[in-house]
């Protein structure tokens, strides 16, 4: 539900972002995929349960995806820090 959300509103961005090309949409058979993909993982969560908490996965999913990108992500704040000019960063 959270990762159905987060890709709704990362959608939503891209759309507005890059709303002006026109794109064509995704093969029907790749958007089933990733939907068995992620039901499968939702509905298999209590499975999961019995060794750790699904609170603690919500919370470490996105942590360690932030560490393991670590250097994109820094690059990509320091562009946009760069961008601004009246913070003066260099």
């Known amino acids: 539900m959270i990762l159905e959300t987060l890709l709704n509103i990362i959608k939503v961005l891209l759309q507005v972002i890059f709303g002006w090309i026109n794109l064509p949409?995704?093969?029907?058979?790749?958007?089933?995929?990733?939907?068995?993909?992620?039901?499968?993982?939702?509905?298999?969560?209590?499975?999961?349960?019995?060794f750790i908490r699904p609170l603690t996965l919500t919370?470490?999913?996105?942590?360690?995806?932030?560490?393991?990108?670590?250097?994109?992500?820094?690059?990509?704040?320091?562009?946009i820090l760069k961008k601004i000019p009246f913070l003066g960063v260099h």
């Open 59 to 79: 919370l470490t999913i996105p942590i360690l995806i932030i560490l393991l990108n670590f250097e994109q992500v820094y690059k990509l704040t320091i562009w």
């Open 25 to 50: 949409q995704m093969p029907e058979q790749l958007t089933s995929s990733i939907g068995t993909f992620l039901s499968l993982i939702f509905d298999n969560l209590s499975l999961l349960g019995f």
